[in-house]
């Protein structure tokens, strides 16, 4: 009987004192070319320009959000509305840091952040519902946040690891997106004549 042949692993490239990274000499080069595109570089893997689509529409949705959270703190009123209102600024100032956020992002991608007031609701994922009472306030800004949570897991899953500033900006958002979210859960479950 003869004997199987053994199975051999290939020999191992060495590879000592070389990095797995590019040589410092390539990098340089590469810096020096395309300057005009900022800190977009050769090794950006992401289409750019849906990147910039998305975060214009992830920035429409933040503005409405601003805006709906404003006129909830406004309008807010009744027995539980001086707490409720808290919440409603805290929001509309979270909002609106996101969407400064978002802006910074799109020009340092080389675009333009669309604030076009006429187009803003249409661009937007979230709708701005006002709400007839405190209650229906509440119900409709959970809502828009769980819309929100939908849309920016769907840019973080789309974008991956083809530009993770952005990636790392989003999944910022959606944390405290998912925090407004539960608070306005929380609100709705603790509310007198559910």
């Keep these: 009987m003869s004997k199987p042949a053994s199975k051999s692993k290939p020999p191992k ?8 990274l590019t040589a410092t000499a390539t990098l340089r080069a590469n810096a ?4 005009e595109d900022g800190a977009i ?3 950006y893997g992401a289409d750019k320009e849906v990147v910039i689509r998305l975060l214009n529409e992830a920035l429409a949705t933040e503005w409405v959000c601003v805006l ?33 956020k978002l802006a910074e992002r799109i020009v340092q991608l080389g675009g333009e952040p669309d604030l076009d007031p006429d187009t803003l609701t249409k661009r937007a994922h979230a709708e701005y519902k006002v709400g007839h009472d405190l209650r229906d306030m509440v119900k409709e800004d959970l809502i828009a ?14 974008i991956g690891d083809r ?4 990636k790392r900006i989003l999944e910022s958002i959606l944390a405290q997106e998912e925090e ?5 859960s929380d609100l709705l479950d603790g509310w007198i004549g559910n």
Excluded: C, V, W
């Excluded at 027995?79 to 409603?88: P, Q, T, V, Y």
């Excluded at 407004?180 to 306005?184: G, L, N, P, S, Y």
């Design 145 to 158: 946040e769980r819309i929100a949570i939908d849309s920016y897991r769907e840019m973080i899953n789309y």
């Design 68 to 100: 709906r959270y404003y006129r909830h703190y406004f309008m807010a009123s009744g027995m539980l509305a001086d707490s409720i209102k808290a919440e409603f600024l805290e929001h509309a100032q979270q909002e609106h840091e996101h969407a400064n």
């Design 41 to 43: 570089t050769s090794t």
């Design 13 to 20: 490239a060495s590879t000592a004192g070389k990095s797995p």
């Design 163 to 166: 530009d993770t500033t952005t």
């Design 32 to 35: 020096r070319k395309n300057i």
């Design 180 to 184: 407004h979210a539960d608070e306005f």
